[in-house]
């Protein structure tokens, strides 16, 4: 790719006595998406308008992947096990009241296929992958999202010199105890919580309570 863009604008150049100027370039998703994917597992199954089969997610796309709410962008999309299962076009939804919280086509198909399962005896589990290039920048990490959706537990997979591959604990899942605190509520205060500003004038000072939590 970098070939051909380069080798464009030398033509372009050459052909109209231009000097080939210095090239600055940021592609993103091209050399970082793959650095990150997103595990999610179906946790219910519903059916819509008798027709319209819907596998919900534990989690939220508008919050943890926000490039396929904002964008539509796509992703590879890969059930993680249960490949021997046959598969079934479904759509995919998530955990927040928002109608945009879907997934419903690959990256390749204005279709979306995951093996049938059984979900009181088998657990099915999701995976996209190539999502390392804006999601957690956009998406922020720990705080608060939209709905609360609680932060996912972040996993670190390295592979060694040798092919070993290891994995280590970044973070665990967002608990909902350090969301209420930054949300401003605290279970062992009981006076409410005093906000003060102080407004500074010429020649003068003043401090006002603005408002009580």
Not at 61 to 85: A, C, E, R
Request: hydrophobic share 35%; aromatic share 10%; with cysteine.
């Amino acid at each position: 790719m970098v070939d051909e863009i380069v080798e464009s604008i030398s033509w372009i150049c050459n052909k109209n006595n231009v000097p080939v100027p210095n090239i600055f370039t940021e592609f993103g998703s091209y050399t970082v998406g793959e650095s990150g994917a997103v595990l999610y597992e179906i946790i219910d199954q519903k059916l819509q308008n008798d027709k319209e089969l819907w596998y919900m997610i534990d989690g939220s796309f508008i919050t943890q992947l926000p490039d396929s709410w904002g964008m539509n962008q796509k992703y590879i999309m890969l059930p993680v096990n249960n490949w021997g299962l046959p598969y079934q076009k479904v759509n995919l939804g998530g955990l927040t009241c928002d109608s945009m919280d879907f997934y419903n086509t690959e990256a390749h198909s204005s279709d979306l296929y995951l093996p049938i399962f059984e979900e009181d005896s088998e657990r099915q589990y999701v995976g996209f992958f190539h999502t390392g290039a804006y999601q957690e920048s956009l998406g922020g990490y720990g705080g608060i999202q939209h709905c609360l959706i609680p932060a996912p537990k972040h996993v670190i997979v390295d592979r060694l010199e040798d092919g070993t591959i290891t994995t280590r604990l970044f973070s665990e899942e967002q608990l909902s105890g350090p969301m209420l605190t930054i949300l401003g509520y605290n279970q062992n205060q009981e006076a409410p919580l005093n906000v003060v500003i102080e407004i500074e004038k010429p020649e003068m000072v003043k401090t006002e309570k603005l408002a009580s939590v």
